[in-house]
T-cell receptor
Framework: DQQVKQNSPSLSVQEGRISILNCDYTNSMFDYFLWYKKYPAEGPTFLISISSIKDKNEDGRFTVFLNKSAKHLSLHIVPSQPGDSAVYFCASHRDDKIIFGKGTRLHILP | DSGVTQTPKHLITATGQRVTLRCSPRSGDLSVYWYQQSLDQGLQFLIQ???????AKGNILERFSAQQFPDLHSELNLSSLELGDSALYFCASSVGDGTYTGELFFGEGSRLTVL
């Protein structure tokens, strides 16, 4: 029972352009949504989060949007840089349980 | 460096065997989480401990068990190993004091190969 779904296994974006990573969820009872970034041979690292009561949260080049009616969230990276090439995981948080999606591999092209 | 330490980094064993993975959380963190990442799978939540007590359980098999000790380090025990148990096992920690918003600090993982 996957509660958080990332339907795109991979995404390629030109350097300098906007990267948009998407995530859908099935259960509305979450406190926070989060995005994590993972490089090979490393553990995931926290990137940005959004409270379930907000629509948008911004941190530098990273913005997360939450559309509660569509049960959808997205991560925008502007402008995309070579170091952004990684696997991005969407996750939901409720009652100390954090459920992750399968991840989207982002390739930033030169 | 997240401050979370996992040992061993790599482990190769045979089917039917038992292994123990160890995790030391960040200094001051009371919560420890275990996740499994298999090929083409996301991070599957296994179990969470807070200050020595089990707090949340995910898709953890009965052959697997975990505990958190008084010094807050945690161990994940995997027994009667099967080929399908081959995966990367991550430990993560957080403060877990109620103000926490979902940010976890992950170790580098323990890669288990079952032959």
């Amino acid at each position: 029972d996957q509660q958080v779904k990332q339907n795109s296994p991979s995404l390629s974006v030109q350097e300098g352009r906007i990267s948009i990573l998407n995530c859908d969820y099935t259960n509305s009872m979450f406190d926070y949504f989060l995005w994590y970034k993972k490089y090979p041979a490393e553990g995931p690292t926290f990137l940005i989060s959004i409270s379930s009561i907000k629509d948008k949260n911004e941190d530098g080049r990273f913005t997360v949007f939450l559309n509660k009616s569509a049960k959808h969230l997205s991560l925008h990276i502007v402008p995309s840089q070579p170091g952004d090439s990684a696997v991005y995981f969407c996750a939901s948080h409720r009652d100390d349980k954090i459920i992750f999606g399968k991840g989207t591999r982002l390739h930033i092209l030169p | 460096d997240s401050g979370v330490t996992q040992t061993p980094k790599h482990l190769i064993t045979a089917t039917g065997q038992r292994v123990t993975l160890r995790c030391s959380p960040r200094s001051g963190d009371l919560s420890v989480y275990w996740y499994q990442q298999s090929l083409d799978q996301g991070l599957q939540f296994l179990i969470q401990y807070y200050n020595g007590e089990e707090r949340a359980k995910g898709n953890i098999l009965e052959r697997f068990s975990a505990q958190q000790f008084p010094d807050l380090h945690s161990e994940l025990n995997l027994s009667s190993l099967e080929l399908g148990d081959s995966a990367l096992y991550f430990c993560a920690s957080s403060v877990g004091d109620g103000t926490y918003t979902g940010e976890l600090f992950f170790g580098e993982g323990s890669r288990l190969t079952v032959l």
